[in-house]
């Protein structure tokens, strides 16, 4: 790696993950780290071992499966928490340790009720326990945007002293504008003694909508690892955005004079998809780089400079971010070479049993509708993964609707190995589908938010149906698709209710979670 590249650290899988709605489990964590590691970003932050049992897991199942990527787990700078992030990260083949403390005179009146000596004491001691385990160790100094400069200079001194090799400056409340952010990036690498021997990292928040600003302004000053998550999913408003940070270097060489990523932008599309699968949250239409209309030309004189020459308002093409267009791919008489051959063409992984499952719903889908889009193949893969924790299947449904008779639904679940059948009536087909799963599941969940969308154009589009269910207190998001949207639903309610089972079973073991 050169002067010239810029690591793009992903921490889509724990500062994205603790947004909420967006938490993974083991196997969607596993499935993702995958994805990104194909992407080729450099570090993937899989999680906080010492939050939960559950993180310590994916931490080290990521760590254990990834052979190319640096793994990354978080860790305060307590004895135990860097211990338990060493132990997470024993069998990972690049290994970092990252960790962290506030460093802003408001974090340490209010929150650690420390002094500045004993943080700065914290630091050296972490540091060089987490040294002990690993040669790749960053340091963060949380809130540094609202710290004391000095203090940084000898905070981050301390730190590269007793060996970290990353310095990272988080903007943790997003609270920094460009050129302030720039300045403090310069300002510590003229005043941190052997600054030349350390990556300056920058990690930013988007609660004034600036993260991919700051971000790039601090490459602009020196800074040569930028912190983000695909989609910019991430507490509050969000972290940096991987796609945006990349593109806009990629896309303007004359302002990023020499610099590049390692990223293999043709992944940023498949990647946001397969994330937005996973969690169950769509980027919104306009959102640059990976949004429904980012390459959507809908004035008439756009159209027609953009047929006469791309150049006119294209400045980046769909394909080099993996956007094909909705190009018809297979058909009924499209075998299993050709379908495999399709999905490893969008960056789609899906294997063993999965795989199976994945075909027999194609073959199903393309019987039912002529043609089969790349959107329909996303949305089959991401219906066929069934994590293996999963309590609740769905097996066959039947309902009975229309304006005269009272809607009624029978669902039949498969619930650990045992098939559970229930009829319930309601105000309409997909409440009574709802309240039979509820009576089957036994959740007390509340439904807060039913949503529904066509994948393709054409009456015979596959739909997609996002369901938002609460329970004490936790949130998470449901999907599923099919041609039939009755059907859609009941998948989507039974995927959210597979999720809050296994909250429940995760808090049972480790308690509450979170920075
Ligand atoms: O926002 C933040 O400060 C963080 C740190 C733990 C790096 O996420
Ligand atoms: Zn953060």
Known sequence: MTQDTVRIFDTTLRDGEQSPGCSMNHSEKLTLGRQLEKLGVD??????????????????AVGEALRETIVCGLARTGVADVERCAQALERAAKPRIHTFIATSDIHLKHKLRMTREQVMEEVERAVTQARGYCDDVEFSAEDATRSDRDYLVQIFSVALEAGATTLNVPDTVGYTTPDEYAELIAYLKANVPGSDRAVF????????????????????????????????????????????????????PDVFAGLDTQIVTREIYPSSRLLSSIIGVQVQPNKAIVGANAFAHEAGIHQAGVLKAPITYEIMTPESVGKSSSELVLGKHSGRHAFRDRLDELGLVVEGEDFERAFKRFKALADAKKQIFNEDLEAIVADAIVSTEDR???GEIAITSGTFPVPSATVELLIEGQKRKATASGVGPVDAIFKAVTELTETKCDLIRYQVHAITSGMDA????????????????????HEDVIVASAKAYVHAINKLEWHKRRRAVDGPKGV
């Open 43 to 60: 570090v993937i932050e899989a999680g906080f071992p010492a939050a939960s049992e559950g993180d310590f897991e994916s931490v080290r």
């Open 201 to 252: 990292a920058v990690h930013c928040h988007n609660d004034l909508g600036l993260a991919v600003a700051n971000s790039l302004a601090a490459v602009h000053a020196g800074a040569r690892q930028v912190e983000c998550t695909v989609n910019g999913i991430g507490e509050r408003a969000g972290n940096t955005s991987m796609e945006e940070v990349v593109m806009a270097i990629k896309t303007r």
């Open 392 to 394: 609740f299947e769905l």
């Open 462 to 481: 596959q739909g997609e149906v996002s369901v938002t269910v609460s329970e004490d207190g936790r949130r998470v998001i449901g999907n599923g698709a």
